[in-house]
């Protein structure tokens, strides 16, 4: 059984099939390189953040009346201008008020003019009693020195100060009536000015009945029918003015020693059709959030109320931050670089190598010559003269054979080196 096993072991190894013999030579790859060069570019920092109107007003009903009339161009996405009609509430209660008001100023206008004519009128008869009382006194002491005298008797005094009380009493009478005057006059006076603010406040009334818009814009809202009976302070109608925004940036709270007021800001509408604007920070918020670890950063803008590409406020849009970076760095495409590694050539082969990432950059670098729009910005500098592959996500693994293509590249020839779909839209953007 031994001598068996033996036997069936060599016929098999006798019999074993042998592999063909390729005597053609594997060819290497061609593939696309580049020299990363020390390039000075702005540092950029990301943000998002949402568009806000900065003038909008909430039109309230300052009364409660029902509505009357509706303006024809009350409709809403229709421009209005500063004070322009909306809605007339119904005033007649008001305008009655107004009437009664102006019915009692002038009645109390005839009793100042009543009174002034009282008053003329008792001053003259006080003066009048004066002369009265001097002319009685008078007749009264000569009475005394001719009873002194003996040439009258005592009867005579007893009349002739009678006479004095009687001019006295009158006097007194008078100059009473004539204190009254003042104190009349008074009461007059704030009953005129309590009609005067019935007066105003009625022709108030009247006036807010005809309900305007506050600001020039746009009519977000309107919320109003013919007879529908409103309240003061229900909220009718809301007016946006889109011509001025402010968004509201959120940043890595990382980059509050980096940013500042003046440095230029490109926002950007994801859609279907991207829309880019151009501004700069006005404002940066004093605090950052130590929840979500964000600082806000402000910006202002002022755009064409009729523009197609405007933003709107409520849209939500990524921002990009430029600020100054005095540093020469080492830039390479997006796309050389995978899981923190790139290909580098070394006698004629691909080498994968270890990087160290600062930031990115997005936009087109010129002297690179790449046209990538995608970047990585190395924490540490490259040797002068390093080769990478341009294309780090191909399927080439590090060891293999390639033959280096040197020159620049293009979007079309983004294409042919496996470029991503979404960094050919962004280079093409």
Request: hydrophobic share 45%; proline share 5%.
């Amino acid at each position: 059984m031994l001598g068996g096993s033996v036997a069936i072991l060599v016929i098999l190894a006798l019999n074993r099939p042998l592999p063909g013999l390729n005597d053609s030579r594997v060819e290497p790859q061609f593939i696309a390189v580049f020299e990363p060069k020390m390039i000075q570019l702005p540092r950029q920092w990301a943000g998002y953040g949402t568009v806000h109107a900065l003038d909008s007003a909430d039109v309230p009903a300052r009364v409660g009346a029902v509505v009357v009339e509706v303006a024809p161009t009350s409709k809403v996405g229709t421009a209005v201008t500063a004070r322009q009609f909306l809605v007339q509430l119904d005033d007649q209660d008001f305008r009655r008020v107004l009437d009664l008001s102006n019915q009692q100023l002038a009645a109390i206008d005839a009793q100042l003019s009543s009174l002034m004519v009282e008053e003329t009128g008792l001053e003259a008869r006080a003066k009048l009693a004066m002369e009265d009382v001097a002319l009685v006194r008078a007749d009264e002491k000569r009475v005394r020195d001719a009873v002194e005298s003996g040439a009258a008797a005592q009867r005579e005094i007893d009349r002739a100060r009678q006479m004095t009380l009687v001019a006295d009493r009158a006097e007194l009478l008078l100059r009473e009536a004539l204190s009254q005057i003042v104190p009349k006059r008074a009461a007059l006076f704030a009953q005129n000015e309590i009609q005067k603010t019935i007066r105003e406040n009625a022709q108030k009334n009247v006036d807010r009945c005809r309900i305007t818009s506050p600001i020039a814009g746009i009519l977000q809202r309107f919320d109003l029918e013919l007879g529908e009976n409103v309240i003061s302070g229900q909220v009718v109608a809301r007016v946006v003015d889109v011509g001025s925004v402010e968004i509201s940036i959120r940043m890595p709270a990382s980059a509050r020693g980096s940013v500042r007021v003046g440095d230029p800001v490109v926002i950007e509408v994801v859609g279907q059709i991207p829309r880019i604007a151009r501004a700069s920070i006005d404002r940066i918020e004093p605090e950052d959030d130590p929840i979500e670890r964000t600082m806000a950063v402000y910006v202002e803008m002022r755009q064409a109320a009729d523009s197609v590409d405007r933003l709107s406020p409520g849209e939500f849009v990524e921002a990009l931050v430029e600020s100054p970076d005095a540093t020469a760095r080492t830039v390479i495409p997006r796309r050389s670089m995978r899981a923190d590694r790139v290909l580098e050539f070394v006698d004629g082969r691909l080498r994968s190598r270890p990087i160290v990432v600062s930031h990115s950059y997005k936009g087109a670098i010129d002297s690179s010559g790449v046209s990538d729009v995608e970047w990585i910005v190395l924490k540490e500098p490259l040797a002068e003269g390093t080769v990478l592959a341009v294309d780090g996500g191909r399927t080439v693994s590090p060891g293999a054979r390639v033959q280096p293509k040197h020159s620049a590249l293009t979007v079309e020839a983004s294409k042919a080196s496996d470029t991503s779909p979404a960094e050919v839209g962004a280079a093409k953007r």
